[in-house]
């Protein structure tokens, strides 16, 4: 029975994006394999010395290793020392990127958005993720991705032909493991039902600013934007944008945090120009949340009618979806029903059995059928 490892260098950084998904899924997968123990596969991650963070798994192992590690020496650990470890495994690569000198890889990939919106990254970001993207494409013998709408932009762009691409949903319902912090929303001075919840990013595609205009209206004077994330007020004013007195920064918070938020807003907003999938919307409607999107990228693929969409350039639309959701209970009510309906089927078990069939592809089908 062939090795499968996973690169665990995501295990360096705070648990957002991609790295979040990672980390879902290997769970998930653990999960299927603690159920299944006499089928077990032997599975275990890879990650640099000094990691942030562990794992708490019972039938996947981890372990450290390699001596190019370090927050500066990701990218050698990554090239020279991990294919150098896992030669003689299947490795996955669940973060966009991986060793292209490996000669038996899975890598998942989750947009495009480096082809789509050069401008939400740097120069350096993009001519690397340019050249290694395509390179992996061709080396990998099956790149995933995270949505359909992902999928077409891949092939589109030369990434990976669609025939080797399979598309493996992101789930949402680690949120429900979450315990709220139920004060938090009081101790930010904010009103249950008063406020929309959106992230703060400064990335174009993010499209913050027509939100920034949506909250500028007489319309939504009584209401707050609250934008949890890394971007502060200065980082949107250096880019020349207004932001108005009724946007609040709470800055990074916990998941206990952001769960309490969550539960307690009238909407999350999403206006983004592209997303390969839209994560936090889909969390917000698990906890019935109303989401309010922009009909781009792979938001309507994933929140389906279950939200609320609003033009991405058209600031009034927004206003009224806002006012429509704070002035009436009832169809508030509704939303967050269908939200709910919507949202529970996206759960990490279910990505992570679809993950199971992709390596079980590439393995001992005979075997890894037990664990699944």
């Known amino acids: ?61 981890v372990r450290h290793q390699g001596a190019l590690s370090g927050k500066l020496k990701n990218i050698p650990w990554e090239q020279v020392n991990l294919p150098l470890l896992t030669r003689d495994t299947l490795l ?38 340019r050249l ?8 990998s013998s099956r790149i995933l991705t995270v949505s359909e709408y992902s999928k077409t932009q891949l092939v589109k762009y030369g990434v990976a032909s669609a025939d080797k691409i399979v598309v493996i949903h992101n789930g949402c319902d680690q949120v429900l493991r979450v315990v709220p912090d ?49 971007a502060t007020r ?3 004013e250096r880019r020349g944008l207004k932001v108005p007195d009724n946007v609040q920064f709470v800055g990074r918070i916990s998941d206990e945090q952001l769960s309490g938020l969550m539960r307690e807003a009238c909407a999350l907003a999403c206006p983004s120009l592209t997303e390969g999938f839209g994560l936090p919307p889909l969390e917000a409607m698990r906890l019935g ?15 389906g009618d279950a939200a609320l969409q609003a033009d991405a350039h058209d600031a009034r639309q927004w206003v009224n979806h806002i006012r429509h ?32 069939a992709v390596i079980n592809e590439q393995t001992e089908p005979a075997v890894l059928a037990k664990a699944a």
């Open 132 to 139: 290694m993207l395509p390179m992996l494409g061709k080396r």
């Open 234 to 236: 200065s980082d949107f």
């Open 289 to 303: 949340c109303p989401a309010i999107i922009a009909p781009c990228g792979a938001l309507p693929e994933v929140c």
């Open 1 to 61: 029975m062939k090795n499968i490892v996973f690169n665990g260098k995501f295990l360096t950084a705070s648990p957002t994006g991609v790295h979040r998904v990672a980390e879902e899924l290997i769970i998930a997968l653990d999960g299927l394999l603690d159920r299944n123990a006499a089928g077990a596969m032997p599975m275990s991650v890879i990650a640099p010395q000094g990691a942030m963070r562990a794992l708490d798994l019972s039938h996947i192992g």
């Open 325 to 356: 959701l704070a002035d009436d209970p009832e169809f508030s009510a509704l939303v967050s029903q269908r939200s709910i309906a919507q949202a529970t089927p996206f759960t990490w078990e279910a990505a992570a059995r679809r993950l199971l």
């Open 92 to 129: 996955l690569n669940l973060c966009n990127l991986g060793p292209v000198w490996h000669r038996n890889l899975i890598t998942m990939i989750h947009d495009a958005q480096v082809y789509l919106t050069p401008d939400s990254y740097s120069a350096g970001f993009r001519a690397w993720y």
């Open 182 to 230: 139920q004060d938090f929303v009081a101790r930010s001075g904010l009103t249950k039902g008063r406020f929309v919840l959106a992230l703060a990013n400064t990335q174009a595609h993010k499209n913050i600013q027509v939100l920034l205009k949506a909250f500028a209206a007489p319309e939504l004077q009584d209401m707050t934007l609250v934008l949890f994330g890394a």
